[in-house]
């Protein structure tokens, strides 16, 4: 998958999103002063964005992004909404959004390092899409190391949890509680346009 270098904050003043999105509450950048005074975008130039925005969001290619298109196109309901939900089911996401990695790229190396179980098996595969009901748990052999142990506690960080998800307290285990749905998704993106640009 090719690799974007940009600055995250830079990458993020361009596609107009804010660095929390991405686990980064304290990313500013002063770069391009004047970039609130460019011209009015075309129509393409829109629905390319918010697609570059959902993928950058994710840490998703372009070749995985249109293969779940492709297989939100296909599902019942709103295509649009259906390739959100599907984005928050994968794995990397799910471990961000427990609070277990600070950012989703950070995410995406833990579970790749096969530090996550669910429902009691090893997972190493960032983009595993989790079911309602799964357990997703840090590994027993990976729970002393410094990346878990200062996650519980009293000196734990507080996690603000999405509502399809729940967390054990003072424990490193979570769970798929439902399916995520479109409120779910709590960063400003037209889906929309992502649908036009592919229906073209």
């Known amino acids: 998958m ?8 830079k990458r993020c ?8 999105v991405m686990g980064y509450s304290k990313k ?12 009015k975008q075309s129509e393409y130039a829109m629905q390319l964005n918010e697609k570059q925005k959902v993928k950058f969001i994710y840490g998703v290619g ?5 293969t779940y298109y492709v297989k939100a196109a296909a599902a ?3 295509t649009g909404e259906n390739l959100l939900t599907t984005l928050e089911r994968r794995l ?7 609070g277990f990695a600070k950012t989703r790229r950070a995410a995406r190396q833990l579970v790749s390092h096969a530090h996550f179980t669910v ?5 190493n595969i960032p983009s595993y899409l989790v079911k309602a009901g799964d357990v997703i748990e840090v590994r027993e052999s990976s729970r002393s190391s410094a990346a878990f142990s200062s996650l519980v506690g009293e000196d734990a960080p ?16 979570g769970t798929v509680a439902n399916l995520p749905v479109r409120a779910d998704i709590d960063f400003p993106v037209e889906e929309h346009l992502i649908v036009e640009l592919y229906s073209k």
């Open 2 to 9: 090719a690799k974007n270098m940009q600055p995250i904050a």
């Open 13 to 20: 003043k361009t596609l107009g999103i804010s660095p929390a």
């Open 28 to 39: 500013t950048t002063t770069r391009d002063p004047k970039g609130g005074m460019r011209r």
């Open 62 to 66: 372009e070749k995985q992004f249109h």
């Open 76 to 78: 019942a309901g709103m």
């Open 92 to 98: 990397d996401n799910v471990v961000f959004r427990l």
């Open 119 to 123: 429902n009691g098996k090893k997972v």
């Open 158 to 173: 507080v996690v603000l949890l999405p509502a399809w998800l729940t967390r054990e307290k003072n424990a490193l285990k």
